[in-house]
T-cell receptor
Framework: NAGVTQTPKFQVLKTGQSMTLQCAQDMNHEYMSWYRQDPGMGLRLIHYSVGAGITDQGEVPNGYNVSRSTTEDFPLRLLSAAPSQTSVYFC???????????FGSGTRLTVV | AQSVTQLGSHVSVSEGALVLLRCNYSSSVPPYLFWYVQYPNQGLQLLLKYTTGATLVKGINGFEAEFKKSETSFHLTKPSAHMSDAAEYFCAVSGMNRDDKIIFGKGTRLHILP
């Protein structure tokens, strides 16, 4: 089925560990983005990309890295996990200018 | 800079009653406006969007929203609530440029009372 696939769905990390959240889409969408969702805070933009080789920072980029080597994939890297990064992470994609985001089902991350 | 404010983090309505979820936006450029819905343990899905043209926008599941520039509002309504409407609703704003990012509000959780 076409859509946005996020892996893993759940993850527990220890403080200081690093990991990569995977996001892949098969709709040939140029625009991809990462959000984190926290209770009472809504969705906050971490990083986004308007095409392969191009990334930019969103509202809350500190502690996260991204790269976009292909149109399909947009991984999010946590360099040194902190309890403040406990959250639900969503990846989304769209065609340029369309702004009809397709969201993945999310990754629930707990940092202990 | 762009932002949205959703009034009320929780709203409760009786089944069959009018649903009204409030959203006010701030934008230095003509905005595009959106409502997304999130059902439990799922990602967000688009309900409706305003870009240009008609200010009353109809979406899925009987929802509609009206863009009022003079009030900087984009409130979401549905004439008759259904139990299946229980979810969290997010208002969002972006600019009109091709690569403008979308900024989401904090969300309103809608509860439907039997």
């Amino acid at each position: 089925n076409a859509g946005v696939t996020q892996t893993p769905k759940f993850q527990v990390l220890k403080t200081g560990q690093s990991m990569t959240l995977q996001c892949a889409q098969d709709m040939n969408h140029e625009y991809m983005s990462w959000y984190r969702q926290d209770p009472g805070m809504g969705l906050r933009l971490i990083h986004y990309s308007v095409g392969a080789g191009i990334t930019d920072q969103g509202e809350v980029p500190n502690g996260y890295n991204v790269s976009r080597s292909t149109t399909e994939d947009f991984p999010l890297r946590l360099l040194s996990a902190a309890p403040s990064q406990t959250s639900v992470y969503f990846c989304a994609s769209s065609r340029p200018g369309q702004r009809r985001y397709t969201f993945g089902s999310g990754t629930r991350l707990t940092v202990v | 800079a762009q932002s949205v404010t959703q009034l009320g983090s929780h709203v409760s309505v009786s089944e069959g009653a009018l649903v009204l979820l409030r959203c006010n936006y701030s934008s230095s450029v003509p905005p595009y406006l959106f409502w997304y819905v999130q059902y439990p343990n799922q990602g967000l899905q688009l309900l409706l969007k305003y870009t240009t043209g008609a200010t009353l926008v109809k979406g899925i599941n009987g929802f509609e929203a009206e863009f009022k520039k003079s009030e900087t509002s984009f409130h979401l309504t549905k004439p008759s609530a259904h139990m299946s409407d229980a979810a969290e609703y997010f208002c969002a704003v972006s600019g009109m440029n091709r690569d403008d990012k979308i900024i989401f509000g904090k969300g309103t959780r809608l509860h439907i009372l039997p």
